[in-house]
Structures are given as structure tokens and as C-alpha cells.
């Protein structure tokens, strides 16, 4: 029995562990970066999915901000008026009343209310839409054509494309504003989340040319904003479009419209 | 000398290209699969690797040659290499957190998939095997490295050329991307004639 | 005991290594070049994997948290040098041939991976059985795979060839075989026929060395997996439960939350990772909605299935070519007011189009208040016809003609 060799190697071992626990034990602390350490208590109370609707990169990138005092203790969006709280409590700042957002598309052109012009195969990208032949397959060209290229960006799984045309699910939707940015319409817009009637178009042709695309489309015919009494609606290029600092969700542009395209919430 | 260093471009060239470390000898699958998605992620990675390749073999070689040697107790080797890797890599984490930021975010991410990557370890024991010295061991576990990169990378592109092509269905995900490798294994193959 | 017949069954079955779980891919390519190879590796990984259970689980109450996965490796590490020096020793062609690759067992994520989620928390003997389930399903789908391309790449089966066994190659001997059933020289035209070209085509096969060599491995890996998909479909139709198949490493390497594969030696701090990563729970609902799909995202929810998803529902939903469209002809002069206030032409054609949606509408409205109908005295034709001949039917200059007369005909503007 190589007594002698059994005890080397089980030396050898136990010392390249040691020397390794403890090299690494000298890194740890050697190398340890002085941050802030509110910075990791703001990291810990946003929500950290580094979706980017802040407008920093990552949560972390909003944290170091807000310490640094760049950023307001609500600029998260998705994290809405908790995290605002919390963040607040740590920076000793008091949060604004955050209003929470969603998003809406302006459109609900499906399959029902509008047809296709012609059969398109090809690559299904929003993106691409400007290479498309008159602007997209679906009648409406101002309308979602429903490709998908917003179900794919959004990283909370709050938007999809049904029967043709995107939607919102208001729960889901964290406001982070990345559809808003891929949607080359511009047809997705930030709404308050209390918001009750939603022009559901985004249209600026004539009445008749709108009512030849789609059967539910906008056609601007001013019956809504003659109806609103808290002047809340406004029609301009065929298109009503509705204030929600002034809307009090009356319901009666609603109730007006001759095309039913202001949905109801 | 001259010879010396005509040997030592005869295997940086045979590790990289001719027995390329993924394509001819599988190892380092893992990642070469999964971060091959977008060209830059494959470009940080090779560039981990390459980073953690070449330390590694260098660290690795040198406690061969002057601890486990002498003792004569060769046949703890994987232990240590393993340890030392292992150590290594999370040495190489917190130092480029504290010193070079910039290059952190890009690699970072990567660092702690390249521990159990099989090609590290692969390079370590077969300079061993292969009995080369200091030198030569290094320069084999450079080139090993860059031949990972180049593979990982080329993979990145074809497969961002093919994302939206019409795949079959049975196909899509893994299964292509194997077939592409496999072809490119095969056009690797066409190295054999340079030596 | 029944546990522990249970967790071989899983091993072997349910969740198998390479089949459904997709882990070790490394040697699996690297050394199925031939079934002995397969099989060789295969029981030195069973090995391996039981010894190092058993052990990680003896000590599981003992190692501290922290430094538990250096400490699973150096376990690890330790048998497989022990396998090595056997191999070594006792079957040295094996060695010879596995070369390096039994030391690389060690980074096996099936190893460290079934150590951390299964062997330090369970105990011994459950343990034990689990490393030598997975170690047999391990070997068996090496056997397999080991099989088929020594077959194809070599026309051997575990090193016999034709000749060995039968004194002659195998491409021969299937062609005496044919020779038996379909005789060459028969009468019927047919029956030579398919002789000659069973015979050329089919039966003096060579084999095809790609398969022992690296691409070939590919290619086995490729079709392997992409039966594994086939499989997983079905299954999701049947809403059996497919989570596990390709979930070992799901190849998502940026959003890895494997335990194994992918952890830092002593668990520092968070790590700076810039995709999204699980949230902490919160008190609210609403961050609890972006942990849920960050989970998902991390865990199927990969840009495959995504564009998959999307090819579908945009492609599917409007290529009206096979819809069929309920056509009803109108009367003129339906001023109902609502979404049929267009003055429309007898045209049954050019009405479709305004009405398409209208038209549910007003079937709804039929089936609710029927008498309203007859009472207007509308005649409707129920024709039905492709949405793609309807299109097709209208010209721009009826359409325009249209558009002139609703200018008139719009009341409400």
C-alpha cells in the first residue's frame, strides 16, 4: 500500500481547493464594485424584466439612474403606481400618482368587417408592409393587417392577432410601449387604463371610401362631436379622435356613431 | 527554432480548421447550439471563449508540468482541471466586472455557460495526452478557440439567412439547425488537404 | 421499493436522457460511431451517474448551499477518474477508443443536472436508482443511435459483418434472399422486374461512410429530433402533456435557467443579465403578470414558436380563398340606418362586398326578428359563393360608378 501516494494526492487536492477557496474568497472582496447600495435595493423592488419601456437599458440601467437622480422614482411603467411606492420609500421621495396606461389598437378591421384585396404569401413582418402591394392585403390601407409583428415584440404576451387584426388584452399590457415602436401605422396608442370609449379606427378617408373598405371604419361624420358635451371629441381628417383629459365616459359619442366604432371598454 | 515554429502553425491550423473542436470532435455543442441565434451574441461568445480557452490551457498546463508531474500523481487530473477551470472562470467574472466594464456586459453573460462547456476541459487533457509543452499547449488551446468561433459564427448566419424561410414543420427549431451544422461539417471536411 | 422501480421506469422511459430530455449531446455525437461504442459509453456514464447519486445524496445534509456545486463536481470528478483507471486497466480497446470523451464525463449535464435536481433532495436508495434508470436510458438510446449509423455507415452490427457470420457481405446476402422470393429468371415480366431493381437499386447498397464520420452524426441527431417534434405536436393535439420533451437544455442559452449547466461556482449576486429575467414576486397582480411571461418566455416561449404562431393565425385566419361567403342579394333602397345605409345597385355582386359584414348582422337579426324581414318584403337569395370569385367579379369602374352614387345617396354627412 503506496501510503505515501494516497496521502500526496489527497494533499494536493485539499490544498488546490483551499488556495482556490481562498483566492476566490481575496477576488470577491478585492474586486467588489462600491455601488450604491440603494441601487440594489431599487433594483430589487422593480420588476425586472428588463423590458426597456422606461427608456433606460434594463431595469439595472434605471435603478443607477434614479439613484443618480436622472430618472423619477416612477419612470417604471410596467411596475405602475406599487413600484413607484416602493421605489419612493427608498430614494425618501414621494411618488407622483402615476395614471396607468394601456395600450389600444385603433382598429378592428377582422376578417368580418373587411376583405382582402388579394391573396398574399410572403413574409408576415409589419416591418415589411411598405414592400407590400397597396400597402397590404386587407381593403383598409390605413388598417392592422395583421401580421403580427407587435404579438411577436411584446415581451409581456398581452397582444395578439385574432381573426386578422391585433388586440390588447388590457389586463396583460404593461404599458412598455414596444408595439407602439414596431407598429409601422402608428395604429396602437398609449390609453388611460380607466378609459371607456375608444374610437376603434385610425381611417382618414372620406365616408365613402372608408365605408367601401370596411363596415365599421370611421367616417367622420361629426355625430359624436356634435353629441359630446364635455367637447371631448374632435374630428379631424375623417377621423374622430377623443381627449381623455376631458372624456368623463359619458357614453353617449357611443351611442351616436352610425358605424359603431367607438367601442365601449 | 524554425522548425519549432513551423510545428506550432501545423497544429494552431490543425485544431482550428482541419479538426475543428465542434465540428469534428463535438465538444462545446451545448452553446453552439443555443447562442448560435443572432451573428453578435455568436460573436461574444466566441470571444468569451477564446478569452476563457486560452487562460485555461495556460493555467492548466502549468499545473501539470510543475505539480501534478513531479509528485507523480497524474491521475488526478480531471479533478484539478476541473477545479481549476471552474475557478478560473469565476476569477475572469469578477474581474471583468470591476475592470473592464464594457467587455463584461458584452461577454458576461456567457461566462458561467462556458464552465461546463466540454471544450475547455476537451483542450486541457488532450495537450496532456498529446504531451505537448507550455508553449505549445497554449497556442493549441488559442486555436481550438478561434476554430469554435468561426463555427459558431458562421452558424449564426446562415441560420439568421434562414429564420424565415419556409422550413417544414417536423423541422423547425433544432432539427434544421443540426442539418446545417452537419453540412458545414461536411465543408470542414474539405480542410483534411491543407496539411 | 416501488419508488425506486418508479425512477427506473422514468429513466428509461418518460424522461430518457437523449430522447425526451435532450441532455449530453457531446458524447452521444461524438461516440456513436459504432454500437459497442454507444454501449460502452453508455454503462460507464450508468456508473458514474449511480456512484456520484448515491454519494451526493449521502452528503446532502452536510454540504452547505453555497458551495454545493464545486462540491458536486469534485464528487463527480472523482468517480469518473475512478471509471477511467478501470477502463484503463481491465477493457483498454474501450479506452482506446472512447479516448478523451471518458473524461468529458464529468461535464455531462445529465450528471450535474440530475445530481442538482434530483440527488440533493431525495434519499439514498431513490437516488441510486435514478442515476442507474437515466444511466440505462442513457445507454440504451446510445445502443440505438450507435446502431443505426454503424449500420449504415459500416453494413456491420456490433462489429459482425455479413462476413463474419454468414460468409458473405450483407449486401449479398440480400441479394440472395431476393433471388429466393423473386426469381430472376420467371416467366412474369413483373416479378423480374422487381427483382432488377430491388437487386440494383436497393440491395447491393454500400455503406454509406458519412454516417460513422461527424456531419452524418448531425444528420441521425437532426431526424432523432425533429421525430421529437412530430411527437411533441401530437401530443399537444391530444393535451397529453408534453413539457418535458426537449426541456433538459432547452438551447436557449441566453435565458439558460438551467441549474447544472449553467450556475457560477459560489452563488454571488444577481447576475447582470440583459434579457428578461424571472421578477420577485410583488404584492400586486400586475408584476406578477410579467414574471409569469418571463417565466414563459424563458421556458417555451422562444422566437421558433413565436413566428410559428404568428405564420398561422395571420396566414390562416385571412386567406379567405376556401371561405365561403353567405352572398344575399338585396332590394334597393334599404335604408335601415344602420350598416346597410348604403343605397345599394341590384348589382348582387357589388352588394356582397358592403355587406359582407352586414350580412351576419343581418342573419343574426333574421334568426332573432323574422317577421321584420318579411315585413320589408326583401327577397334574399342565399348564394354562396368563394370570397376569391366574388373579388374577383367586381371591376374598379363599377365600384367607382358606386362610390358616386352613395356621395348622393349619404344622408348623414
Known sequence: MNYIGILTAVAVVAAVGLFIGIFLGIASVAFQINTDEREEKVLAALPGNNCGG??????????????????????????????????????????????????????????????????YTGLYDCQMLNFVPNQGPKSCNYGCQGFGSCERVCPFDAI??????????????????????????????????????????????????????????????????????????????FLAIIDYDKCVSCGVCAEKCPKKCIVEK | MNNYIVQLIVIALGSSLISNVVLSQFLGLCPFLGVSKRVKTAAGMGGAVIFVITLASLVAGLLYEFV???????????????????????????????????????????????TTNCAVLGVAINNVNLEYDLLTGVVNGFATSVGFAIAIIILAGIREKIEFNDIPKPFQGMPIVLVTAGLMAIAFCGFAGLI | ???????????????????????????????????????????????????????????????????????????????????ELLLHAYVPVLHESLGIYISLIVVNCIILGRAESYASKNKMMPSLFDGIGMGLGFTIALTIIG???????????????????????????????????????????????????????????????????????????????????????????NGKDVSKIQSGCNSDCMNCKDSGCSKSLTETEEKESLQPVAAEPEDTVKVSGSKDAADKEAKEHCDNEAIEQCDNEAGEHCD????????????????????????????????????????????????????????????????????????????????????GEEEEGNADE
Not at chain 1, 378609459?195 to 361624420?221: D, F, N, R
Not at chain 3, 458473405?168 to 422486374?193: H, K, T
Not at chain 3, 334597393?332 to 344602420?338: I, L, N
Not at chain 3, 323574422?370 to 342565399?382: I, M, Q, S
Request: aromatic residues 6%.
Open chain 1, 54 to 119: 422606461c427608456g433606460y437599458p434594463g431595469c439595472s440601467g434605471l435603478a443607477a439612474a434614479i439613484v443618480k437622480g436622472d430618472a423619477p422614482v416612477n419612470a417604471c411603467p410596467v411596475g405602475g403606481e406599487t413600484v413607484a411606492k416602493a421605489v419612493g420609500t427608498i430614494m425618501g421621495v414621494e411618488a407622483d400618482a402615476t395614471k396607468r396606461m394601456v395600450a389600444f389598437v385603433k382598429c378592428r378591421g377582422d376578417c368580418e368587417h373587411t376583405h382582402m384585396d388579394y391573396n
Open chain 1, 160 to 237: 395578439h392577432v385574432v381573426d386578422g387584426v391585433a388586440v390588447v388584452d388590457k389586463e396583460k399590457c404593461k404599458a412598455c410601449g414596444k408595439c407602439l415602436a414596431v407598429c409601422p401605422r402608428a395604429l396602437i396608442e398609449m390609453v388611460p387604463y380607466n378609459a371607456k370609449y375608444l374610437v376603434a379606427c385610425s381611417s382618414k378617408e372620406k365616408g365613402p371610401a372608408t365605408m367601401q373598405s370596411c363596415t365599421i371604419g370611421c367616417i367622420g361624420c361629426g355625430l359624436c362631436k356634435k353629441n359630446c358635451e364635455a367637447s371631448a371629441v374632435t374630428v379631424d381628417n
Open chain 2, 68 to 114: 501534478l508531474e513531479p509528485l507523480g500523481i497524474t491521475f488526478l487530473k480531471t479533478i484539478v482541471f476541473i477545479l481549476v477551470i471552474a475557478a478560473l472562470v469565476q476569477f475572469v467574472e469578477l474581474f471583468l466586472k470591476k475592470y473592464l466594464k464594457s467587455l463584461y456586459k458584452a461577454l458576461g453573460v456567457f461566462l458561467p455557460l462556458i
Open chain 3, 1 to 83: 421499493m416501488k419508488q425506486c422501480l418508479e425512477r427506473l421506469y422514468n429513466g428509461i422511459i418518460k424522461e430518457n436522457p437523449t430522447f425526451v430530455l435532450m441532455l449530453g449531446m457531446c458524447p452521444t455525437l461524438a461516440v456513436t460511431t459504432s454500437a459497442i461504442n454507444g454501449l460502452g459509453m453508455g454503462l460507464s456514464t450508468m456508473v458514474v451517474l449511480a456512484l456520484s447519486n448515491l454519494m451526493i445524496s449521502a452528503l446532502r445534509k452536510i454540504i452547505p448551499d453555497k458551495v454545493r456545486i464545486p462540491a458536486y463536481i469534485v464528487i463527480i470528478a472523482t468517480f469518473v477518474t475512478l471509471v
Open chain 3, 147 to 237: 446502431l443505426v449509423r454503424e449500420f449504415l455507415g459500416a453494413g456491420t452490427v456490433f462489429g459482425f459483418s455479413g462476413p463474419d457470420l454468414y460468409g458473405a457481405p450483407l449486401p449479398e446476402l440480400l441479394i440472395g434472399l431476393i433471388n429466393r422470393w423473386l426469381d430472376p429468371n420467371s416467366l412474369s415480366e413483373s416479378v423480374r422486374f422487381w427483382n432488377r431493381v430491388l437487386t440494383d437499386e436497393i440491395a447491393s447498397f454500400g455503406p454509406m461512410s458519412i454516417m460513422i464520420m461527424a456531419p452524418g452524426a448531425f444528420f441521425i441527431l437532426a431526424i432523432l429530433t425533429s421525430v421529437q417534434n412530430v411527437v411533441k405536436e401530437k401530443g399537444k393535439k
Open chain 3, 320 to 403: 379567405n380563398e376556401e371561405k365561403e361567403v353567405n352572398v344575399e342579394v338585396k332590394e334597393p333602397a334599404d335604408t335601415d340606418g344602420d350598416n346597410e345605409a348604403i343605397a345599394t345597385d341590384a348589382d348582387a355582386e357589388i352588394t356582397v362586398h358592403i355587406d359582407n359584414a352586414g350580412k351576419k348582422e343581418n342573419t343574426t337579426k333574421e334568426e332573432q326578428t323574422g317577421k321584420k324581414d318579411k315585413a320589408e318584403g326583401t327577397d334574399k337569395k342565399k348564394h354562396k359563393k368563394t370570397l376569391l370569385e366574388v373579388t374577383q367579379e367586381i371591376d374598379i369602374v363599377e365600384l367607382e360608378e358606386l362610390l
